[in-house]
């Protein structure tokens, strides 16, 4: 009795499983790489998980995560420790565990070199633009129809090489926009889950 309860219990579980959000945050697990460019994702990550209070305590599938809320909708909040460019390799396998419906209930924030520090831009769809980390998602899921929050880091200087750049750190005055644009990336994660892509596009998109 006690185990067709449990086994009851555990397949409500994951029948449940599916209506979840999974928001993932794109970084490079490092200590190095913490508070450079391209590890915007993981600091709003990072942001939601501490006003939420969701501990990003189990590590599988290639990933580090935690379940909880946000409003009244479930959640995941995940950071890949798969390095950049590999980020599909932790987001198909947590989505397909969860059974996640990736074009409805799935959220990637990333870095944005075409965006000004702290801009944000929040997209149904669409492709990589060049981002390796988005690239992979979208090789291993089979289609680009998730929805992304892209943070701006500002435009490469033109002495510089890219992979320096989006490894670099904010200094000075981008060092301050950046903690509006995560703040404001955290509001546009939030108001997708409430009330919808097009709602949040609506709200944060050209500002």
Not at 73 to 102: H, Q, W
Not at 185 to 201: L, R
């Amino acid at each position: 009795m006690f185990e067709a309860l449990l086994a009851f219990f555990k397949r409500k579980e994951k029948e449940e499983d599916g209506n979840m959000f999974v928001i993932v945050g794109l970084g490079n697990p490092e200590k190095k790489y913490f508070h450079t460019r391209h590890n915007v994702g993981f600091e709003t990550i990072d942001a939601l998980s501490d006003k939420y209070n969701i501990g990003l305590t189990e590590t599988k599938f290639k990933a580090v995560y935690g379940k909880g809320r946000i409003g009244s909708e479930r959640v995941i909040l995940v950071k890949p420790l798969t390095y950049m460019n590999l980020s599909g390799e932790a987001v198909a396998p947590i989505c397909n565990y969860f059974k996640t419906d990736t074009r409805e209930n799935l959220i990637v924030i990333s870095d944005d070199v075409e965006l000004d520090v702290g801009k944000i831009r929040v997209r149904p769809k669409g492709s990589s633009g060049g981002h390796n980390g988005l690239k992979n998602i979208i090789a291993l899921l089979g289609h680009e129809e998730f929805s992304r929050v892209r943070v701006g880091v500002g435009r490469k200087p033109r002495e510089w090489d890219m992979v320096d750049w989006v490894l670099g750190h904010f200094e000075g005055e981008d060092a301050l926009a950046i903690k509006d644009g995560i703040e404001k990336a955290t509001g546009a994660v939030e108001e997708i889950i409430a009330n919808g892509i097009d709602s949040a596009m609506n709200k944060f998109n050209g500002k």
